[in-house]
């Protein structure tokens, strides 16, 4: 995120251009967030966080919090990603208990 917050200030609009058509034009960023359009407009993130959602209820990821970024690591390393489908099997005051 550092890198990316100080190279944003640095590029031309056509680079910025060119790098969204390499990416295909991607409405969310690897997290989830979505990724302002060139006029600012943002979408508007809709889901229901998982300590709220049905247990057994099928699920798929949209955003993943990744604040503090140790947080975002084990996220990561538990195979978790936007678009992943899971089920909330248990939820516990220091745990989130998933099945996919």
Same mark, same amino acid.
Do not use: C, N
């Given at each position: 995120? #550092?890198? #990316? *917050?100080?190279?944003?200030?640095? /590029? @031309? *609009?056509?680079? +910025? *251009? #060119? $790098?969204?058509?390499?990416?295909g034009y991607p409405q969310h960023d690897p997290h989830g967030d &979505?990724?302002? @359009?060139?006029? %600012?407009? !943002? ?6 966080? $998982?300590?709220?959602? &049905?247990?057994?209820?099928? #699920?798929?990821?949209?955003? !993943? ?6 947080? $975002?690591?084990?996220? /990561? ?5 936007? %678009?992943?489908?899971?089920? +909330?099997?248990?939820? %516990?005051?220091?745990?989130? +208990? $998933?099945? *996919?």
């Amino acid at each position: 995120h #550092a890198t #990316a *917050d100080r190279q944003e200030h640095t /590029v @031309s *609009d056509e680079e +910025v *251009d #060119a $790098l969204e058509a390499r990416l295909g034009y991607p409405q969310h960023d690897p997290h989830g967030d &979505p990724i302002p @359009s060139s006029s %600012g407009a !943002l979408a508007e993130l809709e889901g229901t966080a $998982l300590t709220e959602w &049905p247990l057994g209820r099928p #699920a798929r990821i949209v955003h !993943l919090e990744d604040e503090p970024a140790e947080t $975002l690591r084990q996220i /990561v390393a538990a195979g978790l990603a936007p %678009g992943k489908q899971i089920q +909330v099997q248990r939820i %516990g005051r220091q745990e989130l +208990v $998933l099945w *996919d």
